[in-house]
């Protein structure tokens, strides 16, 4: 049985046809990125996914039990971390076991392991104003992680770091994965990252959003940095940019005029 399941998926806001048939199956652990122009319906895809929004067609399975609404089985990593500011790192990562009634104090070691886990030991006591901008995505990554997901949805965590930062963040991302191998889903519009960090990625078409293809990514791993320098890499960003490359200008000359 796959860890997800999309039948028919479908999402209209209004007259707006934003989803249309979306039918994505996923295997458990398994890292999928999803690439696609802008107003695609990435983002809702991920929040039907998430029960952040009612979808108007079809169903989402996990573990072939219909999802209905919000779980403690999804952890999601908003695009900005969202931290609480008179919260220490500790605190705001304790977030999700505090909602769901389990903040005792096994619950803190193993959120305190998590900030180990995502680099910050050392921090548990800091404000989110005296971290940096990855910094304070390691505490949003570990504060999803904090509620043991079977599933956890990413959208576009590094879109707002430096590319150097983003770049580290690639790393310490796929690091953190390969711990517990957590299904993964990861919104973003750098085609480079998705190739880096899946293990397949799927290519919406401009709205309404629909598969339009799905791009297996056989590279090894563990993924060292320097495999975006290879030539089975820069082919597999070429041929996704080629898939997307007509939507993209189309979606950029709509959004212009």
Partial sequence: MPKLQTVGLGKRF???DVLRGIDVTVPDGAFVAIVGPSGCGKTSFLRIVAGL??????QVLIDGVKVVGPGADRGFVFQNDNLLPWRTVLANAMIGPEIGGRADAAARARTAALLRLVGLAGFENYYPRQLSGGMRQRVNLARALAIDPRILLMDEPFSALDAQTREIMQTELLRIWEQGRKTALFV???????????????????????????????LPRPRPLSIKRTPQFVALVDHIWGAIEEDVRAS??????
Avoid at 197 to 217: M, N
Wanted: no cysteine; proline share 7%.
């Fill in 14 to 16: 209004g007259d707006l």
């Fill in 188 to 218: 973003t519009h750098q085609i480079d990252e998705a190739v880096y960090l899946a293990d397949q990625v799927l290519v919406f078409a401009r709205r309404p959003g629909r598969i339009r293809e799905i791009v297996p990514i056989n």
């Fill in 53 to 58: 929004e009612p979808q108007s067609a079809g």
């Fill in 252 to 257: 950029v000359f709509n959004a212009e005029t």
